[in-house]
């Protein structure tokens, strides 16, 4: 039908309309028939089956209509509750999303370690384990138990009632302690003590043979691995300590200053391959050594001295970059953290705040590592490792040139230190560095190097009955080559033979030869020692005016320390 007049209110215009079309003529008649069938619809509703046959009829799978009332509160119930049912479901399925990527194995991958064969540090195991009972360091659950009373200790200070602490006296008529016993002030006599040392001729005759082979302390690659034996070193050195007392004692000066080194030499195998803890440790036995080798120095003959020195070079020698202790700790914690990421419950345990209860420890934990992946935390934590590493290896003279700044730390320690602060559990495994390196660097290396060189001046001064005019005229026949001064810029150990200087040692006056090194502020100060509280005397030497050197931190080695460091006279490291 092509007409397109859809009709008009007036009837005059559409009968003229039907007129003139004849289209509009011909379907005259369906309309009146359309119009009846509407009529009669709205007279009649029609059946419910009229529908479905008319469907059946064309081919139609007939379908249920939905009340009206029904569709109506579907659509109200969409346009509501949609959104909002998306958004949730969104939610969860982002948050199961995070959930299984923050657990998503790193794959964290350590190098096993090598160690050499034979290895020294199984003779020291056996060493410690021949260790007797009453002065033994003992495990109870994960913590180390000392002994009640350590006897080799309890020797080496030898204090009045020394001998009853050490069981080796009966108690007297003396005033009554707290515990309701009677005290004696009765010191451990040279025999006593001798008898102590004769319990550990097994261990001790152990210690020795391991130096004849390399050492290396086994690798840490779990956190079940244990450290007890490092408590054993340091109870091998206090006897080796107390086997030289005795032997001094003895007037065997030569055998002393052998016992002395073989604690000094027991403590460089220690720290070689272990963590910062055993080289903690090593650091310990061998300050024990070089302590008491100072107070012999000067009874030593030529021939002992001179083979001193060139066993103090051995020593050196045997010392690893502090870089490698680094690396060790680095796999270490590693190890750890893998291990404790591999328990399901891990978030729950770890304990950030060490005030709070377990009972609110486990979600508070939690909810403060669910921002945290394990492959951000291990990646956080070995980023931050290596560039510790990286600053280590550099010569420790640029590091003390550093400006220190109000808590005593490098600005690049404070850097550090904010950035592991961002993690938590960095923050725990990443303890600052510096102050174990300024301890390694003061407390060992620099006075290692200086008992060499005071060794060699003694072997000198008795062979020659004169002193060098410089430290090179020891070389070769004392020592191989003067030993470097880790505070001095490409510098030697610096030595003076203008005169010797006299100074306020345990109350009483000491003449002292200046071998030294610049000390942390890097300046030359012509062997004037580090004293914190300082006057001069009529000499104009720099002496200590109102405390013993014995009793006090005066003549201590710290970060912020003006002077040298003298051979003898600075010889202790505070932080």
Known sequence: MQCQNLGSRSLIERRLHLFVCRECRGAKTADEIMTRGLKRLNAAPAPPEGLARTLATVGIPARAAKPRRARKFRSALKLRYLPAGTFTAAVALGAAAWMTYIDIDPKIAIPPGSMPSP???NLLLKAGAAIPLEDKTVMVGTYPQPPKRNRVALALDNHPGAKAAAGMAEVSDKPVLGNGKRATTERLSLTDREAIVREYDQALKLVRQSFTCPCQAPPVRSESTSLDYLGDRRQLARALVLEAQIKAERRDFSGAASSS??????????ARGSLLSGRMTGQACENMGRAFLWKIIDRLDGPTARSAARRMEHILGMRTPFVDALQEEKWAMLASLRDMMTRP??????????????????????AALLPFSKGRIVNDYSSLMNKRIAEARRPYWRIAAMPLESDGKT?????????ASRDPVVALFFPVYGSARFNEVAGCETQDALLACAMALQAYRLEH????????DLVPEYLSTVPMDPFGRDRLISYSSAEQRQINIDGGRRWYTRIYSVGPDGKDDRGAPILHKTDRDSFGNR???DRKASDNKAWRITLDSKGDIVAGINTGVSQ
């Open 543 to 545: 002496i200590a005016t």
């Open 465 to 472: 009955h004169a002193l060098p005019k410089q430290l090179q």
């Open 411 to 419: 600005a690049a320690d404070n850097l550090l230190e904010k950035e």
């Open 119 to 121: 290895n020294a540090h």
């Open 261 to 270: 080194l073989d604690a000094m030499e027991l403590g460089a195998q220690t």
């Open 345 to 366: 419950d891990w978030r729950m345990r770890f304990r950030i705040d060490n005030s709070a209860t377990d009972a609110g420890m486990g979600l508070s934990s939690y």
